[in-house]
């Protein structure tokens, strides 16, 4: 008997030692309250309007970036596209986060922000427009972005917050993670929110 | 005159062409100091003219040799960038030099040090060779032939196992 209580706190220490450790690779914080995001009013990459309704109904996951960034901004888009995949196998296809790019430099990025996003994958979506509704949906989603001074080819880079907002089905933050993302792990924080906002949801009606 | 002109252009570029020659040789015996390894360009659409490379630069010899700049017949300008994080901000900026300490090697890599290609002229090709020279402080440099990849993603991706970490 005693043996058998002392097998059953065993397992149970290794799982939650195995559960804290996939916890502990994800760099990310989950919002006790979601906040709403702002109205803000953009265009996906198809020039169709996006604003905050586009966000209802299902989750989002939002990184802010800019077309001429060739490095950090694809890396991040790359790892999203494995946590989206690994994501898949966990939770309900209808459950499943849009990945929203919102490029903070209209100028540039307007031209070709299409072929940026979609290289990824062909459902992630372009997102911008004019500066001051940028400005809106960053507020939202507690980002900032800051333009660098030109260099002397003209050639500029822009400063973004790092992290992904993780925004509910209510178009609210409830969540922001930190890259890079091991798939995995990311996919599994993401499938345990999701589940556990879904439950909300459903507890509440 | 005129045929003293063009005999006189025609001479200086067979000496040229010698020299660089010679040079080829003393750096091969030399057993090339400087080399770089894994270089690659993750493929990009045709709209979008700013690349990044990546590649392992290795030094071999007894002194620190310092890459002060770059360039490539496919893009109009390569600058030496570093991505960082701080205070939760993702930053890139130019540095104008990147050390390799005698008998080590710098990794330019994803999210981290690499080379601003700037200015395609052409369209990414998968597979397709991309010639980079390094420029070294003194007269040296290492030419590099990059190769143009899909990216594969995640900090994982690489390995091919899943959920170790480095």
């Given amino acids: 008997m005693t043996r058998k209580r002392w097998l059953v706190l065993t397992i149970a220490a290794v799982l939650a030692a195995i559960s804290w450790a996939v916890a502990a690779r994800v760099n990310g914080v989950v919002f006790d309250r ?12 198809n020039g169709k309007p996006f604003t905050a309704e586009q966000l209802k109904g299902r989750w989002s996951l939002i990184l802010a970036g800019f077309t001429h960034c060739p ?111 091991e798939p995995k792990a990311t996919a599994d924080f993401l499938a345990d929110l999701i589940r556990r906002g879904a439950a909300a949801t459903e507890g509440s009606r | 005159m005129i045929g003293y002109v063009v005999d006189r252009r025609r001479s200086l570029a067979i000496g040229a062409i010698l020299v660089t020659a010679v040079l080829q040789v003393a750096l091969a015996s030399a057993g090339e100091p400087v080399t770089a390894e894994n270089a690659w360009i993750p493929w990009a659409p045709p709209a979008i003219k700013v690349h990044a490379g990546y590649m392992t630069v290795v030094n071999r010899s007894d002194v620190d040799q310092v890459i002060v700049g770059a360039h490539s017949p496919a893009y109009e300008r390569v600058e030496l960038h570093q991505s960082t994080v701080k205070d939760g901000l993702s930053q890139m900026r130019a540095v104008d030099e990147v050390v390799v300490p005698a008998h080590g090697r710098v990794a330019f890599e994803p999210a981290g040090l690499h080379l601003m290609l700037i200015g395609a002229k052409r369209a990414s090709v998968v597979d397709g060779p991309v010639p980079i020279v390094l420029r070294l402080r003194g007269v040296e440099q290492v030419a590099v032939t990059a190769v143009i990849r899909r990216r594969d993603g995640g900090p994982s991706s690489g390995h091919h196992h899943h959920g170790a970490s480095h």
Avoid: M, W
């Fill in chain 1, 71 to 181: 490095d950090v901004c694809p890396f991040t888009l790359a790892n999203l596209e494995q946590v989206v995949t690994e994501l898949g196998l966990r939770v309900r296809p209808d459950r499943l986060p849009a990945v929203v790019f919102l490029a903070v430099d209209p100028d540039r990025d307007r031209a070709n922000i299409k072929d940026y996003v979609v290289q990824f994958h062909p459902d992630f979506i372009g997102v911008t427009g004019e500066l001051g509704e940028i400005e809106r949906a960053l507020k939202g989603i507690d980002a900032v972005a800051i333009r660098a001074k030109p260099d002397p080819h003209g050639n500029y880079q822009v400063t973004h917050s790092a992290a992904v907002a993780v925004i509910d089905p209510q178009a609210r933050l409830a969540a922001k993670i930190n890259p890079p993302f």
């Fill in chain 1, 34 to 45: 979601a906040t709403p995001v702002q109205f803000f009013t953009l265009n996906d990459h």
